[in-house]
């Protein structure tokens, strides 16, 4: 079975900390992602990578920044943390035009 | 871009009733659509994958069918079990790499 890990379960972090947030995947995919959900808003992707050092801005990029520094592993930085950024934060990762694969995510609180 | 709508929000059934989930998407240039279930606080598992050239997935209890004309898809469910209590989401692939996700139906199954 596939799995993708989270380092974190639950997060508690002050407001102008600098967060990482790991997640390492088992399967040698070329893809990782990382989404945030928030009630009402649904999954929104933050950024991926489709291949070492190589990433790509989603749709809500502001904030954080990633690094992909080894195929399986793919960190989430939040630069500055803010209250704005308080979510679970899901790593997820696939081959290309394959199922995807979530970890069991990341619950942040910033405070 | 791609927008993926799920309807409706919420649904309670009694066990047993044989149930239909329904995910809509604007662009029917897909590469594959994919159901997944969220159980609460936790991450997303991937159900079913229907490739485009495809037009129906089954697992066990569950078939996924798609119509890229209409730009529809559903999740079909028999024999409905308390156990299947769960957020439901599809997602379309129009890339090969990052998912648009649906909101999700809650899905509740009454003993």
């Known amino acids: 079975d596939v799995k993708v890990t989270q380092s974190s379960r639950y997060l508690v972090k002050r407001t102008g900390e600098k967060v990482f947030l790991e997640c390492v995947q088992d399967?040698?995919?070329?893809?990782m992602f990382w989404y945030r959900q928030d009630p009402g808003l649904g999954l929104r992707l933050i950024y991926f990578?489709?291949?070492?050092?190589?990433?790509e801005k989603g749709d809500i990029p502001e904030g954080y920044s990633v690094s992909r520094e080894k195929k399986e592993r793919f960190s989430l930085i939040l630069e500055s943390a803010s209250t704005n950024q308080t979510s679970m934060y899901l790593c997820?990762?696939?081959?290309?035009?394959?199922?995807?694969?979530f970890g069991s995510g990341t619950q942040l609180s910033v405070l | 871009k791609q927008e993926v709508t799920q309807i409706p929000a919420a649904l309670s059934v009694p066990e047993g009733e044989n149930l239909v989930l329904n995910c809509s998407f604007t662009?029917?240039?897909?590469?594959?659509l994919q159901w997944f279930r969220q159980d609460p606080g936790k991450g997303l598992t991937s159900l079913l994958l229907?490739?485009?050239?495809?037009r129906e997935q089954t697992s066990g209890r569950l078939n996924a069918s798609l119509d890229k004309s209409s730009g529809r898809s559903t999740l079909y469910i028999a024999a409905s079990q308390p156990g299947d209590s769960a957020t439901y989401l599809c997602?379309?692939?129009?890339?090969?790499?990052?998912?648009?996700f649906g909101k999700g139906t809650s899905l509740l199954v009454t003993p």
């Open positions: 997820a990762s696939r081959p290309i035009n394959e199922k995807l694969f």
């Open positions: 399967m040698d995919h070329e893809n």
């Open positions: 990578s489709y291949d070492v050092k190589m990433k």
């Open positions: 662009d029917s240039a897909i590469y594959n």
């Open positions: 229907i490739q485009s050239s495809q």
């Open positions: 997602a379309s692939d129009n890339s090969g790499y990052a998912l648009n």
